[in-house]
């Protein structure tokens, strides 16, 4: 409950349960009626708006309540827009900004009692899109400057700071700024959420926040081949470099703060962990018309992803085949000279892009790769040029790695009984041996025997089913 005590169950006396009773037969009655004025529309907009703030106010959390007073207040911003596009009435605008102020108004008053209701934010959803609509007639009809445009949108980050002052982790108010950041980029999210971070490193949202406007405002590259080529190291990861190690630095510093705080480590998890490469290590031969091709991590959706050229012939392919970290590729048989694959980037797709914290769904990025194969007197050879041309900014997300494997083994020095840094080293190592097959494979043994050793650690701590998991994870190497 990140701090908040849970109340206890209240204990009531016959009296109080008797007018508790007497208020909900009250909820119940006025609900039928509700929906009984709702079927026959019997009454004027005014009414209708009235009756309905009645109900809202009633019972906050039922939908079928503001679904009418949208339908209601829709009517009135139709017509009053009618009238101010047509004539460019003042009193129309008067009457449209005073509807729109007072709906806003009475949503904010009941957020302040019911901070975390789904209808209440869905309203203030609409109506902020209806404020904007409004906007866009204000500014055609404009020409005078006679009228000042309503911009809602300014208003609602002011909203969700000062919420967010009184409940930090109010997921209902961080689901609504980051939708506000989706239609309207005001807000100042790196800012904001770096503030949140370092009033309290405890404030998982913000974490959480954070990684979605990272990945949102970074990741937007459509040909990452091209960005490698022109940027190398810069181009290869979803964040810039710089950013990345500043990011690095406020993440290092909040678990050095706070470390036996779960989330901060899940924070490293996800920021070391989107850089961490997804390339193409072997190939072997399995038969005259099928290949293995190994990758340094587990594969999917390889449909589509593959185009093979026998001396520079395409080849029909009859089968693709995923096992684990092997993709077996079958084609027509034929006698094959100079066989050339192409890696299409579909397998490389990123992963979890909304949800940050699942452990092995990270967002990847893939090392370009084009293999050529020979088959004459020497046997079976391979190569990947292309690959080979990006193993300086292999190394330098191999560096990176291992500055933050030497930082969390401090931490361990400090926390010898403490879990979250052993279960953070073992995830690291794991980037590690990843990014290792693609530099040296031979060394990769080092990795599994140090990850083996922390392992026994762990369960020295907490022998439980996650220290036995991935005891039995790294076993298999």
Same mark, same amino acid.
């Given at each position: 409950?990140?701090?908040?005590?849970?109340?206890?169950?209240?204990?009531?006396?016959?009296?109080?349960?008797?007018?508790?009773? %007497?208020?909900?037969?009250?909820?119940?009655?006025?609900?039928?009626?509700?929906?009984?004025?709702?079927?026959?529309?019997?009454?004027?907009?005014?009414?209708?708006?009235?009756?309905?703030?009645? @109900?809202?106010?009633?019972?906050?959390? /039922?939908?079928?309540? #503001?679904?009418?007073?949208?339908?209601?207040?829709?009517?009135?911003?139709?017509?009053?827009?009618?009238?101010?596009?047509?004539?460019?009435?003042?009193?129309?605008? !008067?009457?449209?900004?005073?509807?729109?102020?007072? %709906?806003? *108004?009475?949503?904010?008053?009941?957020?302040?009692?019911?901070?975390? &209701?789904?209808?209440?934010?869905?309203?203030?959803?609409? *109506?902020?899109?209806?404020?904007?609509?409004?906007?866009?007639?204000?500014?055609?009809?404009?020409?005078?400057?006679?009228?000042?445009?309503?911009?809602?949108?300014?208003?609602?980050?002011?909203?969700?700071?000062? *919420?967010?002052?009184?409940?930090?982790?109010?997921?209902?108010?961080?689901? #609504?700024?980051?939708?506000?950041?989706?239609?309207?980029?005001?807000? !100042?999210?790196?800012?904001?959420?770096? !503030?949140?971070?370092?009033?309290?490193?405890?404030?998982?949202?913000?974490?959480?926040?954070?990684?979605?406007?990272? @990945?949102?405002? #970074?990741?937007?590259?459509?040909? /990452?081949?091209?960005?490698?080529?022109?940027?190398?190291?810069?181009?290869?990861?979803?964040?810039?470099?710089?950013?990345?190690?500043?990011?690095?630095?406020?993440?290092?510093?909040?678990?050095?703060?706070?470390?036996?705080?779960?989330?901060?480590?899940?924070?490293?998890?996800?920021?070391?962990?989107?850089?961490?490469?997804?390339?193409?290590?072997?190939?072997?031969?399995?038969?005259?018309?099928?290949?293995?091709?190994?990758?340094?991590?587990?594969?999917?959706?390889?449909?589509?992803?593959?185009?093979?050229?026998?001396?520079?012939?395409?080849?029909?392919?009859?089968?693709?085949?995923?096992?684990?970290?092997?993709?077996?590729?079958?084609?027509?048989?034929?006698?094959?000279?100079?066989?050339?694959?192409?890696?299409?980037?579909?397998?490389?797709? #990123?992963?979890?892009?909304?949800?940050?914290?699942?452990?092995?769904?990270?967002?990847?990025?893939?090392?370009? &790769?084009? /293999?050529?194969?020979?088959?004459?007197?020497?046997?079976?050879?391979?190569?990947? !040029?292309?690959?080979?041309?990006?193993?300086?900014?292999?190394?330098?997300?191999?560096?990176?790695?291992?500055?933050?494997?030497?930082?969390?083994?401090?931490?361990?020095?400090?926390?010898?009984?403490?879990?979250?840094?052993?279960?953070?080293?073992?995830?690291?190592?794991?980037?590690?041996?990843?990014?290792?097959?693609?530099?040296?494979?031979?060394?990769?043994?080092? /990795?599994?025997?140090?990850?083996?050793?922390?392992?026994?650690?762990?369960?020295?701590?907490?022998?439980?089913?996650?220290?036995?998991?991935?005891?039995?994870?790294?076993?298999?190497?």
């Amino acid at each position: 409950m990140h701090g908040q005590s849970k109340s206890k169950a209240e204990t009531l006396s016959e009296e109080e349960i008797k007018l508790r009773a %007497e208020k909900g037969q009250q909820i119940l009655e006025s609900l039928d009626y509700f929906f009984k004025v709702r079927k026959n529309q019997v009454n004027q907009p005014e009414d209708q708006l009235a009756f309905s703030e009645l @109900m809202a106010k009633l019972c906050p959390e /039922i939908a079928t309540i #503001y679904n009418y007073r949208r339908e209601v207040l829709q009517t009135k911003f139709d017509h009053l827009g009618t009238l101010l596009s047509e004539s460019k009435s003042f009193e129309a605008y !008067k009457q449209l900004l005073k509807l729109i102020q007072s %709906e806003f *108004m009475l949503i904010t008053i009941l957020l302040k009692q019911h901070p975390k &209701s789904y209808t209440l934010w869905t309203h203030r959803q609409w *109506m902020v899109l209806r404020s904007q609509e409004i906007d866009q007639l204000i500014t055609q009809i404009n020409q005078d400057n006679q009228f000042k445009l309503i911009e809602a949108i300014k208003q609602e980050y002011e909203l969700c700071s000062k *919420m967010l002052d009184r409940d930090e982790r109010n997921f209902h108010v961080w689901n #609504y700024r980051n939708w506000l950041s989706s239609i309207c980029a005001f807000g !100042k999210e790196d800012e904001f959420t770096k !503030k949140k971070i370092e009033q309290n490193f405890s404030n998982f949202s913000a974490y959480h926040f954070r990684s979605k406007y990272f @990945m949102k405002n #970074y990741n937007q590259s459509e040909n /990452i081949i091209e960005r490698i080529k022109t940027e190398q190291i810069l181009g290869l990861i979803p964040l810039p470099f710089n950013i990345l190690k500043e990011e690095t630095e406020l993440i290092q510093q909040a678990i050095y703060i706070q470390p036996k705080e779960h989330g901060v480590y899940l924070y490293h998890r996800w920021l070391v962990g989107v850089i961490q490469p997804f390339g193409f290590t072997k190939v072997e031969k399995a038969s005259n018309n099928s290949i293995i091709l190994q990758f340094n991590r587990a594969v999917n959706n390889v449909e589509n992803s593959f185009e093979l050229f026998n001396n520079e012939n395409a080849l029909k392919i009859i089968d693709i085949r995923v096992e684990g970290i092997n993709v077996i590729i079958s084609f027509e048989e034929q006698q094959l000279l100079n066989l050339k694959i192409k890696i299409i980037n579909q397998i490389y797709q #990123y992963g979890s892009r909304e949800t940050m914290m699942s452990e092995d769904e990270f967002s990847r990025f893939l090392v370009p &790769s084009e /293999i050529n194969i020979t088959f004459n007197n020497d046997g079976f050879q391979f190569t990947n !040029k292309i690959q080979k041309e990006f193993i300086d900014a292999i190394n330098q997300i191999h560096n990176y790695l291992d500055d933050n494997l030497g930082f969390i083994k401090q931490v361990i020095e400090e926390e010898k009984q403490n879990r979250f840094p052993y279960i953070q080293i073992l995830y690291l190592l794991q980037f590690k041996l990843r990014t290792q097959k693609l530099i040296d494979a031979s060394k990769s043994n080092e /990795i599994i025997q140090e990850a083996l050793q922390h392992c026994e650690q762990l369960k020295k701590i907490q022998n439980d089913h996650q220290a036995q998991f991935l005891y039995e994870f790294w076993s298999q190497f």
